[in-house]
């Protein structure tokens, strides 16, 4: 009775329960029969025999059906023999469906397994792809022996691997990203070099290839993505060698450029060893670009760059010391001159000045050090010039030549001699074109011929226009409204020498 009732909620038993129970217990039922036929039927319908044999399958379904019929009618024998002819339609359905059946499976497999190629899982997830990939190959050797159910279980675990491998290649999908990001970021960097036209051919074939690798990323084809990856990264590579090499080149032409200057050194044969074998080493350089050694020519030109250094640090240090002896020479001469001390302040300036030059160059500052010596021979040399201008003077006042004109002639004078609200200007030491009253003039007035007024408004400081040193603080009067002109320029000059004159020999 209980296999009766499991009947109740099948699809194919529609009868009231009260009548399958009546003739239950009126007729014989095939109950057993009835339940190995829907069994059967499920079977087969697991298979898919409703797709790949309908009519077999069809026919099953309709014999038990056919079988209810029969019950209600009291047919028990017949009902009992339609339950068995149901039976051997469902496993004719499900015989003739398996090998169909193993094969979508199989199908199904090689799909998502080609799924996880694509997404690159011989990278991300290596052992479950090679898993997936065996199963599949036992798949196929079941079927081949017509173990269909097995195939198909066989099948089936092969495409959940192959799944879990997809599910790790997408899980791993930043790395792909990232390196496309480094990678254009790398082609950009090129491409702004200004060397990048050697290699414009490389960066074209990169930026492609780098397109190519963005679309197959975006279609979820990573396989693609990553050979086409490789691809812009070799073209990369080449760009960055070409790059590399014609700066190397452009490198090793300004490295020969130096060591011609060193040649026409008057010093330079005090280094003709350093020379000659930096020029080896550039020789060797160029041979190793050839051959596309960029390591042996980096290598190379790293040895003459050192060798040309130790080469500029010879010269400059014979060139610094000859400074200061030039400088201490000029000195000593200077001094001896000046026999009244008058311009012991500035010598003594200078001085010290050399001794920094001295200390500099002890350290291997030779830059600064001749700086220092240069600053030191400025100043000698403006006394020298003072002490030479005025035994001129003193010979034409002996001799009663000098200009002794009226004082108060010009009204130009008093133009530069009174307490203006003028700028100042402070006298600067420079290596070239060192502050002279001509330049002052030039940069504040924008006319180098109005030095006479700078002289005269100064002349407190100013003992010889000639004479001048850095840090004075010279006043600025205003431009006058009309141009001096150039009599009344040099009368001007002239007026305040003889007023010197005059002060001196008194």
Known sequence: MKKILAFINRKHLAL????????????????????????AIQSAKDVNADRHSPDEFGKAEALVRQAHDEIIK????????????????????????????????????????????????EKFSPAKLKSSGELISEAKTALDAGEYRRAASLADEATAIAGAACDDSLGNSYTLDRELSSAGEKHLALKNDKMAGAASD????????????KDARDSRDFRTAYSELDKAKAALGKAESAIKKQKLAAEIATLRSQLDTIKKD??????????????????GAETALGQNNINSAETRIRNAKDLIARTEGKLKKGAADEAIANAEKMLA????????????????????????????????????????????ETIIAAVMSA????????????????????????????????????????????????????????????????????????????????????????????????????????????????????????
Request: net charge negative; hydrophobic share 40%; glycine share 4%.
């Open 74 to 121: 009291e047919e028990a024998d017949a009902a009992k023999k339609s339950a068995l002819d149901a039976i051997d339609a469902a496993k004719l359905a499900e015989n003739r469906s398996l090998p169909f059946f193993a094969g979508e499976k199989i199908s199904a497999a090689e799909e998502k397994y080609s799924e996880a190629e694509k997404l690159y899982a």
């Open 202 to 213: 490389d960066l074209r074939a990169a930026a492609s290839a780098l397109t190519m690798a």
């Open 333 to 376: 001469a200077a001094k001896q001159k000046d026999s009244g001390a008058k311009y012991s302040e500035n010598l003594g300036s200078a001085e010290a000045l050399i001794r920094q030059a001295k200390n500099l160059s002890s350290s291997g500052n030779y830059n600064d050090a001749m700086a220092r010596a240069d600053e030191a």
């Open 266 to 283: 008057k010093n330079s044969a005090s280094v003709a060893t350093d020379h000659d074998n930096a020029m080896l080493e550039l020789k």
């Open 16 to 39: 009231p329960v009260a009548a399958l129970l009546f003739f239950a217990c009126q007729v014989e039922v095939p109950v057993q029969e009835l339940t190995d036929a829907r069994a």
């Open 387 to 506: 002490l030479e201008s005025e035994a001129a003077l003193d010979v034409k006042v002996a001799d009663g030549t000098s200009d002794t004109s009226d004082t108060s002639q010009t009204s130009v004078a008093d133009q530069g001699t009174q307490e203006t609200k003028g700028d100042f200007y402070i006298v600067q030491w420079r290596k070239k074109d060192t502050d002279c009253l001509w330049r002052i003039s030039q940069k504040v007035y924008d006319d180098a011929s109005l030095w006479p007024l700078i002289f005269v408004a100064n002349r407190d400081q100013i003992k010889n226009p000639d004479l001048i040193f850095p840090g004075q603080k010279f006043r600025i009067p205003p431009r006058p409204e009309k141009k001096p002109g150039k009599k009344e320029l040099n009368d001007m000059i002239r007026r305040e020498k003889s007023e010197s004159a005059d002060g001196a020999s008194k």
